[in-house]
């Protein structure tokens, strides 16, 4: 692949014990509020970092909670406007405030049989309430009528709306859009079932709930006006979608070198011109290229050249700058 190659410069790094093990997880990479965060788990306690809007260090803020349930893998963990941290597990919802003690619990049914299922939960953008998904309660001939996701009382924890989901016994994660608008994207992942890519705003009149135009893969990064620029589980393909435009999509065999696959989960947006993603000859690989797409038109536009050659993480953060991981040490990049 004949392309430019554009140097980086490095602006900040920090060491952030359990990044490596977060980032393989759903909640590692969250977008609330406007903010970036990371969630680590390390020597039973988990920690929300606030990604720094100053270019020229890592983490601005940080919080510590006691990790309720240390050897669960399907715990997911988002950080709440007010500084306390909203927690869901496979058997109940919980918000710790920031000095540890439970405002509030909603317990639901577990999902029985179905280890691979996880919930999730966020704020909406408003900041009124938590929107988590759940195990569906159990129909007359003893079979589930599907997940479900609630809308819950920040302040209280009351249900204030319910909506079946198309999705039975998933892995969930939830992120907001960058501009605030009222909707969040739900990815729901069930295996060789597929993924759901899902629309979710609270209303007066409940839970909407709606495709996310033909998006239908886990990997799912967001960019201002609601579009979506989602990566194939195999690393096959990219695609960009967006409410009133045709689809973009591009074939990794067109546009990589031979044998060359999308890999890595964080496909997304340095900026509004650019999206950033991570090739490499297989999925497993441990180091990768890193590559600047057209955020429009998803036409290769560079290759970017750092002072050694980087493994497969990389988070974009929509303002010219980007995370990878050296390790446990997070380094801040961006075009020299």
Not at 100 to 116: A, F, I, K, Y
Not at 293 to 314: F, K, N, S, V, W
């Given at each position: 692949?004949?392309?430019?190659?554009?140097?980086?410069?490095?602006?900040?790094?920090?060491?952030?014990?359990?990044?490596?093990?977060?980032?393989?997880?759903?909640?590692?990479?969250?977008?609330?509020?406007?903010?970036?965060?990371?969630?680590?788990?390390?020597?039973?306690?988990?920690?929300?970092?606030?990604?720094?809007?100053?270019?020229?260090?890592?983490?601005?803020?940080?919080?510590?909670?006691?990790?309720?349930?240390?050897?669960?893998?399907?715990?997911?963990?988002?950080?709440?406007?007010?500084?306390?941290?909203?927690?869901?597990?496979?058997?109940?919802?919980?918000?710790?405030?920031?000095?540890?003690?439970?405002?509030?619990?909603?317990?639901?049914?577990?999902?029985?049989?179905?280890?691979?299922?996880?919930?999730?939960?966020?704020?909406?953008?408003?900041?009124?309430?938590?929107?988590?998904?759940?195990?569906?309660?159990?129909?007359?001939?003893?079979?589930?009528?599907?997940?479900?996701?609630?809308?819950?009382?920040?302040?209280?924890?009351?249900?204030?709306?319910?909506?079946?989901?198309?999705?039975?016994?998933?892995?969930?994660?939830?992120?907001?859009?960058?501009?605030?608008?009222?909707?969040?994207?739900?990815?729901?992942?069930?295996?060789?079932?597929?993924?759901?890519?899902?629309?979710?705003?609270?209303?007066?009149?409940?839970?909407?709930?709606?495709?996310?135009?033909?998006?239908?893969?886990?990997?799912?990064?967001?960019?201002?006006?609601?579009?979506?620029?989602?990566?194939?589980?195999?690393?096959?393909?990219?695609?960009?979608?967006?409410?009133?435009?045709?689809?973009?999509?591009?074939?990794?065999?067109?546009?990589?070198?031979?044998?060359?696959?999308?890999v890595g989960y964080t496909p997304g947006f340095v900026d509004d011109k650019?999206?950033?993603?991570?090739?490499?000859?297989?999925?497993?690989?441990?180091?990768?290229?890193?590559?600047?797409?057209?955020?429009?038109?998803?036409?290769?536009?560079?290759?970017?050249?750092?002072?050694?050659?980087?493994?497969?993480?990389?988070?974009?953060?929509?303002?010219?700058?980007?995370?990878?991981?050296?390790e446990e040490t997070v380094q801040r990049w961006t075009t020299a």
């Open positions: 692949m004949n392309s430019p190659h554009v140097p980086v410069r490095l602006l900040a790094h920090e060491s952030l014990p359990g990044i490596t093990a977060a980032l393989g997880n759903l909640d590692g990479w969250l977008l609330r509020d406007g903010a970036h965060w990371l969630v680590t788990r390390h020597e039973g306690t988990i920690t929300t970092h606030r990604v720094s809007t100053d270019r020229s260090q890592v983490v601005a803020a940080r919080a510590t909670w006691s990790d309720p349930a240390p050897d669960d893998p399907s715990l997911y963990c988002s950080p709440l406007p007010d500084g306390a941290s909203a927690m869901s597990t496979r058997e109940a919802v919980t918000i710790r405030e920031p000095d540890g003690t439970v405002r509030w619990e909603h317990r639901h049914r577990d999902w029985q049989h179905s280890p691979g299922a996880a919930g999730a939960c966020t704020p909406d953008p408003a900041g009124r309430v938590l929107l988590a998904t759940m195990a569906g309660p159990i129909g007359a001939d003893g079979l589930s009528t599907g997940d479900i996701c609630r809308a819950l009382d920040l302040a209280t924890g009351e249900v204030l709306a319910e909506h079946v989901l198309p999705s039975f016994s998933a892995a969930y994660a939830f992120q907001q859009f960058p501009d605030a608008r009222p909707e969040v994207l739900l990815t729901a992942s069930m295996g060789q079932d597929g993924t759901h890519c899902l629309l979710i705003a609270h209303t007066a009149a409940g839970l909407d709930v709606r495709a996310a135009g033909t998006a239908e893969e886990p990997y799912v990064g967001l960019g201002a006006d609601g579009t979506l620029v989602s990566q194939d589980v195999g690393g096959g393909y990219l695609c960009r979608t967006q409410d009133g435009a045709d689809d973009v999509i591009i074939e990794a065999g067109d546009v990589l070198p031979d044998e060359r696959v999308f650019r999206i950033l993603v991570v090739t490499a000859e297989e999925q497993w690989a441990e180091e990768g290229t890193h590559l600047l797409l057209d955020a429009r038109t998803l036409r290769h536009l560079a290759e970017l050249d750092y002072p050694q050659t980087p493994g497969i993480t990389a988070v974009p953060l929509g303002d010219g700058t980007w995370l990878t991981r050296d």
